[in-house]
């Protein structure tokens, strides 16, 4: 038969240690002791014997107590310590383990899932915190780079989505006279390599209660975020993710993002759209002053359109693409708008202006280019308005340019403008007849005017 072993108190209570010591340490001798006293005849308290019995049983007792007493303190200790390094920020054991088995041993335990906790929210967040600082770098740079809100929000939304991790996303903007949907910006493709289909019931809850929707990923369907584009009291559109690359839902900290970035996107689309009317209405304005230079002088009627008809033609002997085509039109009809300053004296004289007039005079382009200059649309007109007298020997005006110094665009317009005013009556004199006017072209080619284009534009006259 096996004889029967004593059982560890390793695996028992906090609570029966404790009364397992103090008995050891204070009842069990007690206990000896009035027996001894008051129930044993037998025993000679005062000889030796007994008295080293008595003596090394206490000492025992007291031994026994107080190692249980100190491991469970030990333990107690040492979570402690653990505790106020990991508040402090220095860790210095990834899991805690104790010698005990009950409460304490729970405790370490437990001490050991928050850790882990902790570390991973702390892991997430420093995630959260570069993406959110690699979102506003990209959107900063966007801002400052890009004139284009097309753009703008084809970057918004690329970063967006990788931010967030989604493999689709779309920008929806309502039209203002249909009042629906249009989809402005996609990314991503679907599995059939198609630009994703946002549910239109989706959208238009969105739409049409202002409020974001966050639909958990369920079986075969996708995670999916749609949040209103507000303005004000308006919805002007939303935005829109789904499918989050690692198959999980999206979660309400990306609803937060995505809300916050939604705010900021409505403020751009909606200032461009001020923008854009406040710049048609210069445009329309800037035009009209130009018209008024021609109407305040009779002789100058036509000019603009046909220096329009003439750079054209010449752009076309060159074969310079349709965004040049528009810079030489556009220039053609703005060149002289400056001349909206100048006194009808000085437009309208009717003989060969002065030193001082003149100086006058050559200050047009300057002023023309200054018109222009506050709109970001007109801006690439500004250096043909400004350089529209310059002359290839580098005597012209206002900034003697020469050469190759002066673009191909304001050699044409040079050449075109001197033509029509040439063929053109002046209060001062007669019009020249186009032969005339050809051979001036001839005799200051090289000098005022571009060889090459002097010579295309007489084959084309």
Same mark, same amino acid.
């Given at each position: 038969m096996d004889k029967p072993k004593l059982q560890s108190i390793k695996n028992d209570s906090l609570i029966r240690k404790t009364a397992l010591s103090f008995l050891l340490t204070s009842i069990v001798p007690i206990l000896v002791l009035i027996y001894l006293l008051f129930f044993s005849s037998d025993v000679n308290l005062y000889s030796s014997k007994f008295v080293k019995i008595t003596v090394a049983l206490l000492i025992a007792s007291a031994i026994a107590g107080f190692e249980i007493v100190r491991r469970m303190i030990?333990?107690?200790?040492?979570?402690?310590?653990?505790?106020?390094?990991?508040?402090?920020?220095?860790?210095?054991?990834?899991?805690?383990?104790?010698?005990?088995? !009950?409460? @304490?041993? /729970?405790?370490?335990?437990?001490?050991? *899932?928050?850790?882990?906790?902790?570390?991973?929210? +702390?892991? =997430?967040?420093?995630?959260?915190?570069?993406?959110?600082?690699?979102?506003?770098?990209?959107?900063?740079?966007?801002?400052?780079?890009?004139?284009?809100?097309?753009?703008?929000? !084809?970057? @918004?939304? /690329?970063?967006?989505?990788?931010?967030? *991790?989604?493999?689709?996303?779309?920008?929806?903007? +309502?039209? =203002?006279?249909?009042?629906?949907?249009?989809?402005?910006?996609?990314?991503?493709?679907?599995?059939?390599?198609?630009?994703?289909?946002?549910?239109?019931?989706?959208?238009?809850?969105?739409?049409?209660?202002?409020?974001?929707?966050?639909?958990?990923?369920?079986?075969?369907?996708?995670?999916?975020?749609?949040?209103?584009?507000?303005?004000?009291?308006?919805?002007?559109?939303?935005?829109?993710?789904?499918?989050?690359?690692?198959?999980?839902?999206?979660?309400?900290?990306?609803?937060?993002?995505?809300?916050?970035?939604?705010?900021?996107?409505a403020s751009a689309v909606e200032n461009q759209r001020l923008h854009k009317d406040a710049e048609t209405t210069y445009i329309q304005t800037i035009s009209a002053l130009a018209m008024a230079v021609e109407a305040r002088d009779t002789y100058t009627r036509g000019h603009c359109k046909r220096m329009a008809d003439y750079s054209l033609r010449l752009a076309d002997a060159f074969g310079l693409d349709e965004k040049s085509r528009k810079l030489l039109s556009d220039a053609s009809v703005l060149h002289d708008v400056g001349k909206i300053g100048m006194s009808d004296e000085i437009l309208r004289k009717s003989h060969q202006l002065s030193g001082p007039e003149f100086e006058i005079i050559k200050e047009h382009p300057k002023i023309g280019e200054n018109i222009l200059k506050p709109i970001a649309s007109l801006r690439p007109l500004c250096d043909l308005v400004r350089h529209h007298h310059e002359w290839v020997d580098g005597s012209g005006y206002p900034d003697g340019l020469k050469g190759d110094k002066i673009s191909i665009l304001v050699k044409i317009l040079a050449v075109v403008d001197a033509f029509d005013a040439m063929t053109s009556d002046r209060p001062y004199r007669k019009a020249l007849s186009v032969d005339q006017a050809k051979a001036e072209l001839i005799k200051y080619s090289g000098t005022h005017f571009d060889k090459e284009v002097v010579e295309k534009f007489i084959k084309l006259i």
């Open positions: 030990k333990s107690v200790i040492l979570i402690n310590r653990e505790v106020k390094a990991f508040t402090e920020g220095k860790p210095r054991v990834q899991n805690l383990e104790v010698d005990e088995s !009950d409460e @304490i041993k /729970e405790l370490a335990l437990s001490f050991n *899932r928050i850790t882990k906790q902790l570390q991973d929210n +702390i892991k =997430e967040l420093e995630a959260s915190k570069s993406m959110m600082q690699n979102m506003v770098l990209k959107v900063s740079e966007a801002i400052t780079s890009f004139e284009d809100i097309d753009r703008f929000l !084809d970057l @918004i939304v /690329e970063t967006m989505s990788k931010s967030l *991790r989604a493999k689709q996303a779309q920008l929806l903007l +309502i039209d =203002e006279n249909s009042k629906k949907l249009n989809v402005k910006v996609s990314y991503g493709l679907n599995a059939s390599g198609q630009p994703i289909n946002i549910s239109e019931g989706v959208a238009d809850s969105v739409a049409k209660s202002g409020k974001p929707i966050l639909i958990p990923a369920t079986g075969n369907e996708p995670s999916l975020i749609g949040v209103p584009l507000k303005y004000g009291n308006r919805i002007i559109g939303i935005l829109v993710v789904q499918e989050k690359d690692d198959g999980q839902s999206f979660n309400n900290d990306d609803l937060i993002l995505l809300s916050d970035l939604a705010s900021q996107t």
